[in-house]
């Protein structure tokens, strides 16, 4: 069996859920929120990538 260690689930957004993985301020809460809110409430700031 091969383990996929940078691996990231796609997120499904018409049937899935956010789960505690996205809480743990990782990988998935970063894919959650590049692929989420940052395209739902792009502008200038939230570009930068800051906390």
């Given at each position: 069996m091969t383990i996929k260690k940078?691996?990231?689930?796609?997120?499904?957004f018409k049937h899935g859920h956010v789960d505690m993985t996205h809480g743990a301020g990782g990988r998935?809460?970063?894919?959650l929120v590049d692929e989420l809110f940052a395209k739902a409430f792009d502008n200038e700031y939230l570009r930068q990538g800051h906390d």
């Amino acid at each position: 069996m091969t383990i996929k260690k940078n691996y990231l689930r796609p997120i499904d957004f018409k049937h899935g859920h956010v789960d505690m993985t996205h809480g743990a301020g990782g990988r998935a809460a970063t894919q959650l929120v590049d692929e989420l809110f940052a395209k739902a409430f792009d502008n200038e700031y939230l570009r930068q990538g800051h906390d």
